[in-house]
């Protein structure tokens, strides 16, 4: 088959990018529903995702700009029904600094017939200078897509910031709470939604599930930017239900199943089905390069029940993977080093009222205990096998933030000083800000959060937010931006 140049760099970005509803009305052809998207680009790896609306093989040919008449073909799964008609293809033999430009399209087997070609690009590891963004919760506390205000816009921002990277920190859905016609909020106005039933409700069943990966990538702007930019995604809670621990019961009147355990499992299914996620696990590494491994780590397979957190034990990565993160970043050969990581490492997060139950590490008091000791452990490893360059971003707490952290300050803990940055929502409630826990010392150095009293604010009152970092070798420059492209703070961090 013969791929003209000019297929793979017009092919019509509005044509590539167009993706039909869920229920999709058939035609004579397969059809690619919900566009494509590329993630995990590693060393010469990366992964291409897409979904067709019957049974039919995915197929996918690639070449590169610079390099380009070297068209290579790749087939993948034939997809049905045990995959929601999902499939992805791992492409291999990439070369380093290039755009590589891909088309996807489906076979029928059986029969004569094949979609239309589905058009995306990405970028492959530089070894001078590129751009990561990063973000998180996406149509929480039932703000979806809202045609009288664009759309989930906060992607559109992303995009313009023209990254090479996009880490989606977390909550990449929100099962547990509906997208209703209407949201009355406490000002008067109403946020409108498009809906339907399957997301109309919390999301329990796996096509439920699925429905709410499938909302989301009906927007246009989530679709042009997963055609142009690969991501690297990782899990927290909401994909499940809120704070949720391997072998609660939820005590929540909506569901007929309240087995987290149970519940988590269709989540992850259907986050693997819908998500160009590499490896057997969540948590894996993400060698960007000569400058940049993304070590990504998984808070919820393995935690500890949530409780007070002042006791001796408690997890959450658990032992394997705890010894897992600091062997990864002991043995990164790249200049830099960021632990994508799915909750904040030192602010408060209660889960239910009073302080009877924490959500994360912090506890809010030294020395370290409960889960802290967890961590205590991490970073003396890190201190101890002198692993420096370290970056922490996070998402989940819905207002951003900056924190730097400083043994100096610390109460009972040993580590080398490093940043953490927190961003979000993309497309959210706003909440915040939370108390900063004073045992690993750190100094807020930036937040941006709703103002005192108030809380929940919708997406229009401008406090959605991303991350974004240009990373050199000489310095990452870390800044957090409004998704109306507003810096609102920036920070070099050299060696």
């Known amino acids: 088959m013969t791929l003209t140049r000019r297929e793979l760099l017009v092919g019509s970005a509005a044509a590539s990018l167009g993706a039909c509803a869920r229920g999709v009305v058939r035609t004579k052809q397969p059809q690619i529903t919900h566009g494509v998207q590329a993630g995990d680009v590693s060393g010469d790896r990366a992964i291409v995702w897409a979904r067709c609306d019957e049974r039919a093989r995915l197929v996918i040919e690639w070449s590169t700009i610079t390099r380009f008449g070297d068209v290579r073909r790749v087939a993948g799964?034939?997809?049905?029904?045990?995959?929601?008609?999902?499939?992805?293809?791992?492409?291999?033999?990439l070369p380093p600094d290039?755009?590589?430009?891909?088309?996807?399209?489906?076979?029928?087997?059986?029969?004569?017939?094949?979609?239309?070609?589905?058009?995306?690009?990405f970028q492959t590891p530089r070894s001078d200078r590129f751009r990561l963004v990063w973000t998180g919760d996406t149509c929480g506390q039932g703000y979806g897509r809202n045609p009288e205000w664009g759309g989930l816009r906060g992607f559109a921002a992303l995009r313009?910031?023209?990254?090479?990277?996009?880490?989606?920190?977390?909550?990449?859905?929100?099962?547990?709470?509906?997208i209703e016609a209407a949201k009355q909020l406490p000002d008067g106005r109403v946020w409108r939604n498009v809906t339907n039933p399957l997301v109309g409700k919390v999301a329990e069943t796996l096509d439920e599930l699925r429905a709410r990966f499938a909302y989301n990538l009906d927007d246009e702007h989530v679709r042009a930017l997963a055609a142009e930019v690969a991501v690297v995604a990782q899990w927290d809670d909401h994909e499940t239900h809120n704070n949720w621990w391997p072998g609660q019961q939820l005590d929540d009147d909506r569901y007929r199943d309240r087995d987290a355990s149970a519940l988590a499992a269709r989540a992850l299914r259907a986050t693997r089905e819908w998500t160009p996620i590499g490896g057997p696990t969540i948590n894996r590494v993400i060698h960007y390069g000569p400058l940049l491994d993304i070590v990504v780590v998984d808070l919820r397979t393995f935690?500890?029940?949530?409780?007070?957190?002042?006791?001796?034990?408690?997890?959450?990565?658990?032992?394997?993977?705890?010894a897992w993160l600091v062997d990864q970043l002991a043995s990164s050969k790249a200049r830099w080093k960021i632990v994508a990581c799915d909750q904040p490492i030192a602010l408060v997060i209660g889960d239910g009222p009073g302080e009877a139950r924490q959500e994360g590490y912090a506890n809010g008091a030294g020395p370290p205990l409960g889960r802290e000791r967890e961590l205590a452990g991490v970073l003396a490893g890190l201190a101890a096998r002198n692993v420096t360059d370290v970056v922490w971003l996070t998402a989940d707490v819905h207002y951003a933030a900056a924190h730097r952290f400083d043994p100096a300050r610390a109460t009972g803990a040993t580590f080398l000083p490093f940043w953490e940055f927190v961003a979000g929502p993309i497309h959210a409630g706003t909440f915040g800000p939370n108390d900063l826990d004073p045992t690993f010392g750190p100094e807020l150095m930036f937040q941006w959060a709703p103002p005192p009293g108030t809380g929940n604010l919708a997406p229009w009152d401008g406090l959605q937010s991303f991350g974004q970092i240009d990373v050199t070798a000489e310095a990452l420059r870390v800044a957090l931006l409004g998704i109306d492209g507003k810096e609102r703070y920036a920070v070099d961090i050299t060696r």
């Open 303 to 322: 935690r500890t029940p949530n409780d007070a957190n002042r006791g001796e034990t408690g997890a959450m990565l658990g032992t394997a993977q705890a």
């Open 160 to 178: 313009r910031a023209e990254p090479a990277l996009f880490l989606n920190s977390g909550d990449l859905i929100y099962a547990d709470n509906p």
């Open 98 to 121: 290039q755009t590589v430009v891909y088309r996807a399209r489906f076979e029928r087997e059986a029969a004569r017939g094949a979609s239309a070609w589905t058009y995306g690009r």
């Open 77 to 93: 799964p034939v997809v049905g029904p045990d995959t929601d008609h999902a499939g992805a293809v791992t492409l291999t033999g």
